[in-house]
């Protein structure tokens, strides 16, 4: 299981990698891509058939990605998810988040199994600082009920 300090660890790694945001923009998770660069991420899109994804040049796999990655962030189809995640361990990055739809079974065993930093079922904008009132307001709500990592 994760705790705050794995959040924090994660969300300190200034240089991610990011896989999932679609090429046309208007997924979900283009937004948290949008967001997160507003926050002063360096994002390095992971799109196996993009040139680019919201403006910037985009790595067709993991093992092409430039090694000063802290961090892995997915949100893609669970399905999809331990290909990735075994393609992060081969190029050495021990921090992935899997935002909320994106984990598998498979995915966090070998996660578990080959000691990568690992959070799942979380969204990261509520963690991401300065977080919208409305992921504060959410973050807030989780602590209430008792499900805020401690």
């Known amino acids: 299981m994760y705790t705050i300090t794995t959040i ?14 679609s090429r046309s923009g208007r997924k979900f998770v283009n937004t948290v891509y949008r967001d997160l660069k507003k926050k002063g991420y360096q994002l390095h899109p992971v799109h196996p058939q ?67 930093s690992l959070i799942h079922g979380e969204c990261i904008l509520m963690f991401a600082e300065p977080a919208h009132w409305l992921h504060r307001t959410h973050r807030w709500c989780w602590k209430l009920l008792g499900k805020l990592p401690e």
Do not use: M
Request: charged residues 20%; hydrophobic residues 40%.
């Open 50 to 116: 993009a040139q680019t994804v919201e403006g910037d040049p985009c790595y067709h796999s993991i093992a092409e990605l430039p090694p000063q990655i802290g961090g892995l962030f997915i949100c893609v189809a669970p399905d999809e998810t331990g290909q990735l995640v075994r393609q992060a361990h081969e190029a050495g990055i021990r921090h992935i988040w899997l935002q909320q739809g994106a984990a598998s079974e498979d995915a966090i065993r070998f996660c578990d199994e080959n000691s990568i």
């Open 8 to 21: 924090d660890d994660f969300l300190g790694h200034k240089a991610l990698a990011f896989a999932g945001a």
